[in-house]
């Protein structure tokens, strides 16, 4: 085997993956904010700001009620050999904590009622806990345990974007039921 063509389609799947899972997530966060313009919003907001920013607002308190759920209660490990520090407590507390913001987020969108808010909330943020687990099997795939320092206590570029982009499809769609 020629040693310049080895690995070659590896190469290209990573390539064509990269540019999906960047480009082609990405594309829904554009799409839910064309889609979801027509909605009324408050005085001062725009409908559709205000449901990416609900969706990144559950997605990343997501994070933060799985960081400390897990801190505080977490005793059975969610993956141990994906993502060691999670737990299957913190997803829980996670989750509840997305719900209860996508609630609060309704009173910013006038067509979203509270319950329907509060399923947005739990789904998007199962989904972006999906989404980080999804990282992590990447990362460890490529052998990288840090994909940076760019963000202080966040980690990299990646470490940020990677919950809200695998949200972005499915926030797009919940919403679009949900959000009558």
């Known amino acids: 085997v020629n040693k310049q063509s080895e ?3 590896v190469h290209m799947a990573g390539t064509v993956l990269a540019m999906l899972y960047l480009g082609g997530l990405a594309w ?14 408050p005085e001062g907001f725009h ?3 205000m449901t990416i920013l609900m969706m990144l607002l559950v997605v990343k308190f997501t994070d933060i009620g799985a960081y ?9 490990k969610l993956i141990p050999w994906l993502s ?8 829980i507390c996670g989750v509840l904590t997305a719900g209860v913001v996508g609630a609060v987020c309704a009173a910013w969108i ?31 795939d490529a052998d990288v345990k840090d994909s940076g320092k760019m963000i202080p206590g966040f980690g990299g570029i990646l470490d940020v974007i990677d919950s809200p982009l695998l949200a972005a499809p499915f926030a797009y769609v919940v ?6």
């Open 68 to 76: 400390f759920g897990g801190r505080a209660l977490g005793r059975h």
């Open 110 to 140: 006038l067509n979203l009622h509270w319950y329907r808010a509060l399923a947005f909330g739990v789904v998007i943020g199962a989904v972006g806990q999906a989404g980080d687990l999804f990282e992590s099997m990447m990362k460890r």
């Open 84 to 91: 060691p520090g999670k737990t299957w407590e913190g997803l």
């Open 7 to 9: 690995q070659a389609i």
């Open 175 to 180: 919403f679009s039921l949900f959000a009558r």
């Open 28 to 41: 829904f966060i554009i799409a839910l904010r064309v889609k979801h313009s027509q909605y009324p919003a």
């Open 47 to 49: 409908g559709s700001t």
